[in-house]
């Protein structure tokens, strides 16, 4: 009895976090998909969500330092691609 349309999980694929979208390559002139943070995870959002869901980044983590969003997991650790501040990984 498990639905085949259960929802994604955020953060399990290689696809959009919040809706669940393949990666794909945008159109050059469109917005690019946004690698951020959420839960200690890299997750990606996808172009449509960013421009349908005015709280897209509601959900994921924020630099300490900066309070921005694009972060990247690199090496266990998570760091502000804006201002370069490093944080250890929650639960690492
Ligand atoms: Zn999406
Ligand atoms: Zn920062």
Redesign the pocket.
């Known amino acids: 009895m498990r639905p085949f349309d259960a929802p994604i999980e955020p953060g399990t694929g290689p696809g959009c976090a919040l809706c669940g979208r393949s990666t794909y390559d945008p159109d050059k002139r469109g917005v690019p998909w946004v690698r951020a943070v959420a839960g200690g995870r890299q997750v990606l959002i996808c172009p449509e969500c960013q421009r349908e869901q005015a709280d897209w980044a509601a959900n994921l983590d924020r630099?300490a330092?900066?309070g921005?969003t694009r972060l990247g997991v690199m090496l266990g650790q998570i760091v502000?691609r804006?201002?370069g501040?490093t944080t250890a990984r929650a639960g690492a």
């Open positions: 630099c330092a900066c921005g502000c804006a201002c501040y």
